[in-house]
C-alpha cells in the first residue's frame, strides 16, 4: 500500500485495498468505500484529523508493550514473551485446576517449562494474561472412528423439513430424535443438521437459520416439550386452551407456515411455562441449576427478548438500534430496572431455552448410545443479525454497522449481502476473543460435530457498510492463528470434528492450514469437475475433505438432473434468455459428463434418473473422503431444493417438508436402497484405501 496516511491506516485496520476476484483480476478498493468501512469498524476517516486520531488508537491497541488479555499458543510449542516481559524473568503460571507454579523465562524470554492444554493465567505483580494452550490439531474423524483410516457415512438434513404426528407443522427435536435413532440403526456415524441458533421471536417473517439473532443461544421452537415435560402436561394444555384444530390443521401443510406455527408454539409454551411455575413442579431445581449454570449469556439474551418485544409494543421495532436510548446497553440500569420489573417474562424465555437445550442433549444421547462414532454435526452460521441479540449483548465484538457478503463474481455479477453481521476483529483482541469463545463452546455442547459456514471467515470476511451495495465493500482480515488455537482447543476438548464450509473464493493458503488442524473440507460433486464435464474418478478425491452430493444452496440431485433451479431462475425472472441457453447447454455438458465418470465406477450403463441417482450416491460413498454425508432430499429423490439463493420471495425457501413421517423416511424403497449402496461403497473404499 502507498504510506498516504489513509491507506496507512486501512492497513493496520486489516483491510486488503488490493484483492483478486474469482477470475483471477486485480482489484482495489475506492478511497470512498475504504472510508465507509474504517468509519464500521470503528476508525472515523472522514479528515486528516480523524485519520490521525484512528491511526493514533490503533497504534496504541497494537503497542507490543501492552500485555493484551489473551495469548494462544500450541502445546509442546515455544512461546515467546520477549514484547511484553525481560529475559530470565520470573512468572506466575495458575494452572486451571488452580494449581500455582512459579516458572522463569529463559534466555529468550520464552516459558521455560512445557504448559498443558487449556486456560491458564499468567501474572506477574499487577499484570496478568490468560494463556490459552491449544492442541496441535482439531479432534479428528480418526479420533472419532478409533481408526487411522476412517471411511465412515452420515446424513444431513433440514430440521425443519422432518415430520411426526402432531408436530405443529415442522420438524422439532422429537422428530430428529426419532431420525437419529433409524439412520443409526443403519450404520450412520452422523447427522448434520441445519442452523439450531435463535430467531426473532418478534418477526417471523425472517426465519432463515443463517441469519439469526444469536448465535449463543437455541430457537425455542424446536423444543418437544413433551420429551421433558411428559405427554399428559403437554396434552392437557393443548385441550385446556383450545390448540388442538391449529395444530392438526398444520400438521398436514407440505410447506411451513412459519408465523402462524410460530405463534401456536408460543402460545404452548406460555401455557406450559405457567404450569411449571404455579406450583413445585419436579424438575424446577434442573431449571435453576441449568439457569444458573448458562449465566451471562442467557441472562442477557432473554432480557433482550422481553425488550424487543416491548419495543415493539411501543412502535419501536425489533432492531435494537433503534430502541429508546437507555435500552442500547445491556449494562445500562434501565435495562436492569426493566429485567426486575418483567422478572417473569424474562423467565419464561429462559424456561424455553432450557427446553430446548434438554432436547437436544437427549438427541445426541440418542444418536450416540444407538451406535453413531460422531451423532449431531452442528451448523454454525458465519455471522449474526445486527439488530439481533448477540450484536446487541456484545457490541464491542460485533460490528453491527457491517454487513457480511460477497464480492461480484460470475456467478453473481452484482456481489452478495447476507444482511449479517461479523466479529470485529480489534473487539475479540480487545476481549480477550470472549464472544469467539463462547460461541465455539456453545455449538460445540451437544454435537459430535461442527459445520463452520463460510470457513473463510477465520481468515477473512467481505463486509459492506450499511446501505451500500455488495461491491461497495472490502475484505476485512482476522487473526487466523489465533482463532485456530481457540478452535482446536475447544474442539478437542468437547471430541467433536469439524467441518469447514470452503465453497467460493478460497484464500490461498487456507485450506492447507485447515487441513493441517484436520479441519475437514467440502468437496460437492458439481463442483468437482474440471474441466466443465470432467469428473475425477472416486480414488482422485481428496482425503482431507468430507464429500456430498450436494448442499441445502444447491440443486438435489434430481433438480441437477432436470434443470430444476435453471427452471426456477427463469420462472423468477433472475437471468435472461441468453443466460439461461448457455447455462442449459452447459448443464447438459455436466450431465454427460457426470454420466461418463458414473458408468465407469458402475462398470455398466446407466439407463434412467433414479439409476444416476443411485450411482451418484454410490460413486460418492467410494471416494477418499473421511467422511460422506448425504442429503435427506437425495436420499428420497427429491427435485426441489431447500433453499434457492437469491431469493426470499417467489421460492418457498426454508419452508419444504417431507411428506413421510421421520421414523418412517429411511424405509422408504428408493432411501433404503442408496442406503444400502452407500455403505457398501464406504466399505469398498476403505478396503482399498488401508
Known amino acids: 500500500m502507498s504510506e498516504t496516511p489513509l491507506y496507512r491506516l486501512a492497513e493496520k485496520a486489516g483491510i486488503s485495498r488490493d484483492w483478486v476476484d474469482a477470475n483471477g483480476r486485480e482489484q482495489q478498493v475506492s478511497d470512498e468505500v475504504l472510508l465507509k468501512v474504517l468509519e464500521g469498524l470503528g476508525y472515523p476517516a472522514a479528515d486528516s484529523a480523524s485519520i490521525e486520531q484512528s491511526l493514533a488508537a490503533l497504534e496504541e491497541a497494537h503497542d507490543a508493550r501492552h500485555l493484551p488479555p489473551l495469548l494462544t499458543a500450541e502445546v509442546g510449542q515455544p512461546l515467546s514473551l520477549a514484547h511484553y516481559f525481560a529475559a530470565n524473568t520470573q512468572v506466575q503460571l495458575v494452572m486451571e485446576d488452580g494449581r500455582q507454579m512459579a516458572v522463569a523465562l529463559d534466555g529468550q524470554a520464552c516459558l521455560a517449562e512445557p504448559v498443558p492444554v487449556g486456560y491458564h493465567r499468567l501474572q506477574i505483580g499487577e499484570q496478568a494474561v490468560i494463556l490459552a494452550v491449544a492442541p496441535s490439531r482439531c479432534y479428528g474423524m480418526a479420533d472419532a472412528l478409533k481408526q487411522p483410516n476412517p471411511r465412515s457415512w452420515g446424513l444431513s438434513v433440514q430440521l425443519y423439513s422432518l415430520r411426526r404426528p402432531g408436530d405443529g407443522g415442522y420438524g422439532d427435536c422429537s422428530a430428529l430424535e426419532q431420525l437419529a435413532r433409524s439412520a443409526a440403526e443403519r450404520g450412520a456415524d452422523a447427522l448434520a443438521i441445519s442452523p439450531m441458533h435463535a430467531l426473532s421471536l418478534i418477526d417471523q417473517q425472517h426465519f432463515s437459520p443463517y441469519s439469526p439473532s444469536s448465535r449463543l443461544l437455541l430457537n425455542t421452537l424446536y423444543a418437544s416439550p413433551e420429551v421433558i415435560l411428559g405427554d399428559r402436561a403437554v396434552r392437557l394444555v393443548i385441550e385446556a386452551h383450545g390448540l388442538e384444530n391449529p395444530l392438526q390443521e398444520m400438521d398436514s401443510q407440505p410447506l411451513v407456515d412459519w408465523p402462524r406455527a410460530a405463534a401456536v408454539r408460543q402460545d404452548l409454551l406460555r401455557a406450559l411455562y405457567e404450569d411449571f411455575v404455579s406450583g413445585d413442579h419436579a424438575q424446577r431445581a434442573d431449571f435453576e441449576s441449568y439457569r444458573l449454570a448458562a449465566g451471562q449469556a442467557l441472562e442477557h439474551h432473554c432480557r433482550f427478548e422481553a425488550l424487543q418485544t416491548e419495543a415493539a409494543q411501543m412502535g419501536k421495532g425489533a432492531d435494537w438500534r433503534a430502541w429508546p436510548a437507555q435500552w442500547r446497553d445491556p449494562e445500562n440500569p434501565e435495562v436492569e430496572r426493566f429485567a426486575a420489573e418483567h422478572a417473569k417474562q424474562i423467565e419464561f424465555h429462559a424456561f424455553c431455552q432450557w427446553l430446548t437445550e434438554r432436547c437436544l442433549q437427549r438427541v445426541q444421547d440418542?444418536?450416540?448410545?444407538?451406535?453413531?462414532?460422531?451423532?449431531?454435526?452442528?451448523?454454525?452460521?458465519?455471522?449474526?443479525?445486527?439488530?439481533?441479540?448477540?450484536?446487541?449483548?456484545?457490541?464491542?465484538?460485533?460490528?453491527?454497522?457491517?454487513?457480511?457478503?460477497?464480492?461480484?463474481?460470475?456467478?453473481?455479477?452484482?456481489?452478495?449481502?447476507?444482511?449479517?453481521?461479523?466479529?470485529?476483529?480489534?473487539?475479540?483482541?480487545?476481549?480477550?476473543?470472549?464472544?469467539?469463545?463462547?460461541?465455539?463452546?456453545?455449538?460445540?455442547?451437544?454435537?459430535?460435530?461442527?459445520?463452520?459456514?463460510?470457513?473463510?471467515?477465520?481468515?477473512?470476511?467481505?463486509?459492506?457498510?450499511?446501505?451500500?451495495?455488495?461491491?461497495?465493500?472490502?475484505?476485512?482480515?482476522?487473526?487466523?492463528?489465533?482463532?485456530?488455537?481457540?478452535?482446536?482447543?475447544?474442539?478437542?476438548?468437547?471430541?467433536?470434528?469439524?467441518?469447514?464450509?470452503?465453497?467460493?473464493?478460497?484464500?490461498?493458503?487456507?485450506?492447507?492450514?485447515?487441513?493441517?488442524?484436520?479441519?475437514?473440507?467440502?468437496?460437492?460433486?458439481?463442483?468437482?469437475?474440471?474441466?466443465?464435464?470432467?469428473?475425477?474418478?472416486?480414488?482422485?478425491?481428496?482425503?482431507?475433505?468430507?464429500?456430498?452430493?450436494?448442499?441445502?444452496?444447491?440443486?438435489?440431485?434430481?433438480?441437477?438432473?432436470?434443470?430444476?433451479?435453471?427452471?426456477?431462475?427463469?420462472?423468477?425472472?433472475?437471468?435472461?434468455?441468453?443466460?439461461?441457453?448457455?447455462?442449459?447447454?452447459?448443464?447438459?455438458?455436466?450431465?454427460?459428463?457426470?454420466?461418463?465418470?458414473?458408468?465407469?465406477?458402475?462398470?455398466?450403463?446407466?439407463?434412467?434418473?433414479?439409476?444416476?441417482?443411485?450411482?451418484?450416491?454410490?460413486?460418492?460413498?467410494?471416494?477418499?473422503?473421511?467422511?460422506?454425508?448425504?442429503?435427506?432430499?437425495?436420499?428420497?429423490?427429491?427435485?426441489?431444493?431447500?433453499?434457492?439463493?437469491?431469493?426470499?420471495?417467489?421460492?418457498?425457501?426454508?419452508?419444504?417438508?417431507?411428506?413421510?413421517?421421520?421414523?418412517?423416511?429411511?424405509?422408504?424403497?428408493?432411501?433404503?436402497?442408496?442406503?444400502?449402496?452407500?455403505?457398501?461403497?464406504?466399505?469398498?473404499?476403505f478396503e482399498r484405501d488401508r
Not at 450499511?466 to 461497495?472: F, I, L, T, Y
Not at 441437477?560 to 448457455?582: C, F, G, M, T, Y
Not at 473421511?626 to 426470499?648: A, F, K, S, Y
Open 366 to 685: 440418542a444418536a450416540r448410545s444407538s451406535g453413531m462414532a460422531i451423532g449431531l454435526i452442528a451448523d454454525l452460521a458465519v455471522g449474526a443479525d445486527g439488530a439481533g441479540s448477540q450484536a446487541w449483548s456484545r457490541q464491542d465484538e460485533l460490528l453491527a454497522g457491517l454487513t457480511v457478503g460477497a464480492p461480484p463474481d460470475i456467478l453473481n455479477r452484482s456481489g452478495q449481502d447476507w444482511g449479517i453481521s461479523a466479529f470485529s476483529p480489534e473487539g475479540l483482541r480487545r476481549n480477550g476473543f470472549r464472544a469467539f469463545i463462547e460461541m465455539l463452546q456453545a455449538n460445540f455442547a451437544h454435537a459430535g460435530g461442527l459445520r463452520i459456514d463460510h470457513v473463510m471467515g477465520l481468515q477473512r470476511l467481505w463486509l459492506i457498510p450499511r446501505g451500500s451495495k455488495p461491491s461497495e465493500g472490502a475484505y476485512v482480515n482476522f487473526p487466523l492463528p489465533d482463532m485456530l488455537r481457540l478452535l482446536a482447543l475447544e474442539s478437542v476438548r468437547h471430541g467433536a470434528i469439524v467441518l469447514g464450509e470452503d465453497l467460493g473464493t478460497v484464500p490461498d493458503g487456507l485450506r492447507e492450514k485447515l487441513s493441517a488442524k484436520a479441519i475437514l473440507g467440502m468437496r460437492v460433486l458439481p463442483f468437482e469437475q474440471d474441466p466443465p464435464g470432467h469428473f475425477p474418478s472416486p480414488d482422485q478425491w481428496p482425503d482431507d475433505a468430507l464429500a456430498t452430493p450436494g448442499t441445502h444452496d444447491l440443486p438435489t440431485l434430481a433438480g441437477w438432473l432436470q434443470d430444476r433451479d435453471i427452471d426456477w431462475n427463469q420462472r423468477l425472472q433472475l437471468i435472461d434468455a441468453s443466460v439461461e441457453e448457455r447455462w442449459r447447454a452447459d448443464r447438459e455438458v455436466e450431465r454427460q459428463g457426470l454420466r461418463k465418470a458414473l458408468e465407469e465406477d458402475y462398470n455398466g450403463t446407466l439407463d434412467s434418473q433414479e439409476a444416476m441417482i443411485d450411482a451418484a450416491i454410490r460413486y460418492v460413498g467410494h471416494t477418499r473422503a473421511p467422511l460422506v454425508l448425504v442429503p435427506l432430499e437425495d436420499l428420497l429423490g427429491c427435485d426441489e431444493q431447500p433453499n434457492l439463493p437469491g431469493t426470499t420471495d417467489g421460492h418457498p425457501n426454508w419452508r419444504r417438508r417431507f411428506a413421510i413421517p421421520a421414523n418412517q423416511l429411511l424405509d422408504d424403497p428408493d432411501a433404503a436402497r442408496r442406503l444400502e449402496q452407500l455403505a457398501q461403497a464406504r466399505d469398498q473404499a
